[in-house]
């Protein structure tokens, strides 16, 4: 059973920071590995997704990487915005189920 | 663009009593599919469908069923609800291999 932990759990910055967003998964026979957004109250967003193939994606101030042989993938934010304030989730196919499997998520706090 | 989209947004239900949560997708996806999502415990799949006319069980299933009638709709019913199902509820599709797009979300709650 494919299991996803995300380090911290809660994180709080001031603005202008650079930051890491860590995840860690059990399986690595991944075909893929995304990373979403999630606003309070609202559905998630993706943010970026890495094809297993890929080493890294990027989109604007976010750089996303994957290293299937370890098993992680870092979310990387440039120049944190208050803006950024959101929890981040990333998630794999669950081995067996054409679904994912989703980390527990890591809330951010951009400080102004 | 409507993408996926959720009803009803909200919903308090008595213990026992029964409901349908209904997603609607306007993308052709094939895959859809059912999360809960509870306080430190992230999303938890309940049903999943490849198809229409297919469903296939999650991770948390129990006291929970879907149909997928029509390849737009997949409902997600509570036969006899339970505190244990207060939740936030999320659908979601995606095609193959590809980008999943969330509805905004489902608040029950169940006293």
């Known amino acids: 059973k494919q299991e996803v932990t995300q380090i911290p759990a809660a994180l709080s910055v001031p603005e202008g920071e650079n930051l890491v967003l860590n995840c860690s998964f059990t399986?690595?026979?991944?075909?893929?590995l995304q990373w979403f957004r999630q606003d309070p109250g609202k559905g998630l967003t993706s943010l970026l997704l890495?094809?297993?193939?890929?080493r890294e994606q990027t989109s604007g101030r976010l750089n996303a990487s994957l290293d299937k042989s370890s098993g992680r993938s870092t979310l990387y934010i440039a120049a944190s915005q208050p803006g950024d304030s959101a929890t981040y989730l990333c998630?794999?196919?669950?081995?067996?189920?054409?679904?994912?499997?989703f980390g527990s998520g890591t809330r951010l706090q951009v400080q102004p | 663009n409507a993408g996926v989209t959720q009803t009803p947004k909200f919903r308090v239900l008595k213990t026992g009593q029964s409901m349908t949560l209904l997603c609607a997708q306007d993308?052709?996806?094939?895959?859809m599919y059912w999360y809960r999502q509870d306080p430190g415990m992230g999303l938890r799949l309940i049903h999943y469908?490849?198809?229409?006319?297919?469903?296939a069980k999650g991770e948390v299933p129990d006291g929970y069923n879907v149909s997928r009638l029509k390849k737009q709709n997949f409902l997600l019913g509570l036969e006899s609800a339970a505190p244990s199902q207060t939740s936030v509820y999320f659908c979601?599709?995606?095609?193959?291999?590809?980008?999943?797009?969330f509805g905004e979300g489902s608040w029950l709650t169940v006293v």
């Open positions: 469908s490849v198809g229409e006319g297919t469903t």
């Open positions: 399986d690595s026979a991944i075909y893929n």
């Open positions: 979601a599709s995606s095609s193959s291999g590809n980008t999943i797009y």
């Open positions: 998630a794999v196919p669950d081995t067996g189920r054409r679904a994912l499997t």
């Open positions: 993308m052709n996806h094939e895959y």
């Open positions: 890495i094809q297993s193939s890929q």
